[in-house]
């Protein structure tokens, strides 16, 4: 089924008037993994300044059928821009074909006493969500929290970052008819666990549904204050093995990438800040509050022609080589 063209470039969608100048479009360049597959590629924006990145994180969040402006994007925000959108499982299955389904298991048997459901949807959330090897990704629906994780860590501040934004409402089109439908009769456009088992109630039979790879957004139920206060969803690929940018990359118009270039990073951070979008607030409890003030009281990075100042986060030349 083709794609409808991708809502910031519908004739209706405002743009990006609003800012001094229009942020730079790369398409399709061989460097730096911008192109992800053959005949195909997500589409770049390059922005300069605060303004330039806000607009191009709520580009296309206008309903014209609602006469809202709610979006239908996914964001993920990276401290660098050479990240790719592999899964922790993706990096440790590729030559062990049953890891998923043994990590899955011993954990349901391990933590049975923190289950809140024995659906496996369920259980792949909770695993996800504390850090075991899953085909799961983490995103939210907010543009400010993703900026958060694209400026949070101060070891890549010399170093440009970059926001996926995947439109759900066009990869859902992508879907088999049958995955589709279940969403339809909901009236949503991103899955829960409950109605995600309606139409699979096991990975193996998720991988089933069809011979060509789909990508799924859901919601986890309300595990912690982590989950709500990132207003976080997961994607979930069709088989352990498939890799989302790559899928991206086939299906022009589903996504796009924001990159923040090295010399925007301290700004931003600092409006994040001010906004209160911080470790406090996105990890609550004393781990989130002290992880959020090593990085407040950390010293700015040394400006060209100044003495460079040592931080917690540098050491001297003698010391990086012991490590």
């Not at 949503?188 to 109630?201: G, I, M, Y």
């Not at 193996?204 to 549904?209: F, K, Q, S």
């Not at 790879?213 to 088989?239: A, K």
């Amino acid at each position: 089924m083709p794609l409808a063209p991708p809502p910031w470039r519908r004739p209706s969608e405002r743009g990006f008037a609003r800012t001094a100048r229009r942020p730079t479009l790369c398409r399709g360049g061989a460097e730096g993994g911008r192109r992800m597959a053959d005949g195909g590629a997500v589409e770049e924006i390059a922005v300069q300044s605060w303004a330039e990145l806000n607009d191009a994180l709520y580009a296309g969040a206008w309903n014209p059928s609602l006469r809202r402006y709610r979006s239908t994007f996914a964001f993920r925000g990276m401290g660098l821009e050479e990240h790719d959108l592999r899964t922790a499982l993706n990096r440790r299955a590729a030559h062990q074909p049953t890891l998923e389904r043994d990590l899955l298991r011993a954990f349901r048997k391990y933590a049975f006493r923190d289950a809140v459901s024995d659906s496996v949807w369920h259980w792949l959330a909770l695993a996800q969500h504390h850090g075991l090897p899953t085909r799961l990704l983490d995103w939210t629906y907010s543009p400010l929290v993703a900026m958060h994780f694209a400026t949070a860590n101060p070891a890549y501040s010399a170093r440009d970052a970059v926001i996926w934004c995947v439109d759900y409402a066009a990869t859902n089109r992508a879907l088999p008819e049958q995955v589709r439908q279940a969403l339809a009769d909901e009236g949503a456009d991103v899955f829960t666990a409950e109605v995600l088992a309606s139409v699979a109630r096991t990975l193996a039979e998720l991988d089933r549904l069809s011979k060509e790879p789909f990508v799924v957004f859901f919601e986890p139920p309300s595990l912690d204050e982590r989950i709500i206060n990132q207003f976080g969803l997961f994607s979930l690929m069709s088989s352990a093995r498939g890799r989302l940018d790559l899928w991206l990359a086939d299906h022009p118009g589903t996504a796009r990438k924001v990159l923040i270039p090295a010399a925007l990073k301290r700004e931003v951070r600092d409006k994040l800040d001010q906004a209160n979008i911080t470790e406090r607030v996105l990890f609550p409890g004393l781990d989130g509050l002290c992880r959020w003030l090593q990085r407040y009281y950390d010293p700015a990075p040394a400006r060209a022609g100044e003495r460079e100042v040592e931080t917690m986060h540098s050491a001297p030349p003698q010391a990086q080589e012991q490590l």
